[in-house]
């Protein structure tokens, strides 16, 4: 079967000495699953290749799975891993630079040093921007002291991937229910509330050139546009927009199709921001790249509008 052409950018792989941060990430998956996630995570050549060339997934940004140093508690190990995961990525990179290009490791743990790496990665090592795993250690990224951080990722003109993780402390809704704390419910409703967080507290405003990617089919985000503005306008709690909510989420918020494969959820998310925010991806190994390509291929869209989900809209914000 001939499949039309695709870039995907949820894409993970894991480096030497970041095992022991990934164990709470798959301690809920069955040992046999988790051992085959571990082989196609540390893959850069047969398996991941092989299932790219059979989806029709021509080009991946690679990131470092979750939690990586976000969850580092020595701001100092957190920057050196940052670097020595980024410098590891693009050795890989540059053995299949058609195929790979990276997102950065950031230690979050210190603003600038966050920018200042993000800045040695997209313009030493040719990376695409960043992903990030979330809160680092239960901070948040809208306060002030992330502006420098901020400013830098605007300068670059680079977008900003907002993985999940696990909230900080376990919220009294979960308790006696583990299976609604991780990817099923609980890390969807942490990611959007972070990036609505960054929303709500004026990032946007400050810095309008800044692009935040939210995978999942936007952790639900889109689904409630209508209903920020409505309630936002009655109850603003003193917090002043320079736009309605709704306009920033298609904007400032693009999103993927990564592990949502869905038609109708997919038509919905395009009817409310548009074809140009939607972008195909896959979230690899941890969903099926062949399931996530046939779906974008037969979903109900017209031939331009599936070129812009499947590729295009990743060629223009990533300049490829």
């Known amino acids: 079967m001939s499949r039309i052409r695709k870039i995907a950018f949820e894409e993970h792989f894991t480096a030497v000495g970041f095992g022991d941060y990934s164990k709470s990430f798959v301690s809920q998956i069955d040992p046999e699953v988790a051992a085959d996630l571990g082989r196609r995570l540390t893959d850069f050549d047969d398996m991941r290749l092989q299932e790219m060339d059979a989806a029709g997934i021509d080009y991946v940004i690679l990131s470092q799975t979750g939690p990586g140093v976000q969850v580092e508690k020595d701001t100092a190990v957190a920057i050196a891993r940052s670097k020595e995961n980024n410098d590891f990525l693009a050795q890989q990179i540059a053995r299949h630079p058609t195929r790979y290009g990276g997102f950065a490791t950031l230690p979050m743990q210190d603003p600038k040093a966050a920018a200042d790496e993000l800045e040695r990665a997209v313009k030493e090592l040719g990376f695409k921007g960043a992903l990030v795993n979330g809160h680092t250690n239960g901070v948040y990224y809208d306060s002030p002291e992330y502006d420098v951080f901020w ?13 999940p993780f696990d909230s900080y402390g376990m919220p009294h809704a979960y308790t006696g229910h583990p299976e609604m704390t991780g990817a099923t419910w609980g890390w969807g409703v942490e990611t959007a509330t972070h990036a609505l967080r960054l929303l709500f507290g004026g990032v946007f405003d400050r810095f309008p050139g800044v692009k935040v990617i939210l995978g999942h089919m936007g952790e639900g ?17 003193g917090v002043t927009l320079k736009r309605k909510p709704s306009e920033y989420i298609g904007t400032n918020i693009v999103i993927t199709t990564s592990g949502v494969c869905s038609s109708a ?3 919905g998310a395009i009817g409310e921001m548009g074809a140009e925010a939607v972008m195909f991806s896959v979230d690899y190994p941890y969903e099926s790249s062949s399931v996530a390509a046939d779906f974008i291929e037969q979903a109900p869209m017209d031939d331009a509008t599936r070129a812009l989900v499947c590729h295009g809209n990743a060629e223009r914000l990533f300049k490829l």
């Open 151 to 163: 400013e830098r990722v605007q300068a670059l003109d680079v977008p900003f991937y907002l993985h």
């Open 265 to 267: 959820t997919l038509m």
């Open 221 to 237: 985000l889109p689904f409630q546009r209508w209903r920020f503005d409505s309630r936002f306008a009655v109850y603003p709690c």
